[in-house]
C-alpha cells in the first residue's frame, strides 16, 4: 500500500516556465512534507518542506502547496533552469510518536526535465 | 547541515556473500537511518540506528539480513547479507530531523550477480 504516490514519472517544460511536480498521500497521520532533489550517483539533497498548520512555503525559485483536505501538495519551480532536471521526491512523516516523527515515506519519483 | 560520507560507491558482488557499507559523519547525531532504493521504487526505510542501542527494523527487513552497527555518534554500518540479486539496490543512510531537513548519503549501488 503506497502511502505516498507521485503519480507522474516524468515532466518536461521549457526553461524559464514553470514546473509542477504533485503527490498525493493518503495516512491522515502525516503532518510534514518535504521535497528531495536527486542527480544522478548522488544522495537525495533537501530542497523545502512544509509542516501541516501552513498551505503555502516559499524558498526563491521554490513553493510547496499544501491542500489538507484533498490530502495533496506540489512543488512549483518558477522559473524553471536546466539545471533544476533532476528526480524529485516527494516525503512525509507522520506525528510525533514515541520518535516516530522521523521516519519518512517517500514517493517513486517523478523525473523533471527542463529543456533550454 | 550534516556531511555524510558513504562507502562504497558501488559494488558487484556474488550471490551468497555479504557487503558491509558504512557512513561517517561530519558531526555527532542521535539516530541514522538507512534506506533502500530498488529500481524503479521508491526509498523505504530499512531500519533507525541509535547508538549504545539496537537497531529498529521495519516490516520486512530483519536483522540477520541487515545486520546494523552503531559504536559511536559519527558512524555506522549497514550488511547486506546471505545476498541474492534481488538485493540489487541503491542503499543510503540518512541523518536528521523535521526541524532542519534530513541529509542523506551518497549511495551505495549494489549489483548481485
Known amino acids: 500500500d503506497q502511502q505516498v504516490k507521485q503519480n507522474s514519472p516524468s515532466l518536461s517544460v521549457q526553461e524559464g516556465r514553470i514546473s509542477i511536480l504533485n503527490c498525493d498521500y493518503t495516512?491522515?497521520?502525516?503532518?510534514?512534507f518535504l521535497w528531495y532533489k536527486k542527480y544522478p550517483a548522488e544522495g537525495p539533497t533537501f530542497l523545502i518542506s512544509?509542516?501541516?498548520?501552513?498551505d503555502k512555503n516559499e524558498d526563491g525559485r521554490f513553493t510547496v502547496f499544501l491542500n489538507k483536505s484533498a490530502k495533496h501538495l506540489s512543488l512549483h519551480i518558477v522559473p524553471s533552469q536546466p539545471g533544476d532536471s533532476a528526480v524529485y521526491f516527494c516525503?512525509?512523516?507522520?506525528?510525533?510518536?514515541?520518535?516516530?516523527?522521523?521516519?519518512?515515506?517517500f514517493g517513486k519519483g517523478t523525473l523533471l526535465t527542463v529543456n533550454p | 547541515s550534516a556531511v555524510i560520507s558513504q562507502k562504497p560507491s558501488r559494488d558487484i558482488c556474488q550471490r551468497g556473500t555479504s557487503l558491509t557499507i558504512q557512513c561517517q559523519v561530519d558531526?555527532?547525531?542521535?539516530?541514522m537511518f538507512w534506506y533502500r532504493q530498488q529500481p524503479g521504487q521508491s526509498l523505504t526505510l530499512i531500519a533507525t540506528?541509535?547508538?549504545?542501542?539496537?537497531?529498529?527494523?521495519e516490516s520486512g527487513f530483519v536483522i540477520d539480513k541487515f545486520p546494523i552497527s552503531r559504536p559511536n555518534l559519527t558512524f555506522s554500518t549497514l550488511t547486506v547479507s546471505n545476498m541474492s540479486p534481488e538485493d540489487s539496490s541503491i542503499y543510503l543512510c540518512?541523518?536528521?530531523?523535521?526541524?532542519?531537513?534530513?541529509?542523506f548519503g551518497s549511495g551505495t549501488r549494489l549489483t548481485v550477480v
Open positions: 540518512s541523518v536528521g530531523g523535521q526541524v532542519y531537513g534530513y541529509t
Open positions: 495516512n491522515s497521520m502525516f503532518d510534514y
Open positions: 516525503a512525509a512523516s507522520p506525528k510525533n510518536s514515541g520518535g516516530s516523527n522521523y521516519k519518512l515515506t
Open positions: 540506528a541509535n547508538q549504545g542501542s539496537e537497531a529498529t527494523y
Open positions: 558531526s555527532q547525531v542521535t539516530m
Open positions: 512544509i509542516s501541516s498548520i501552513k
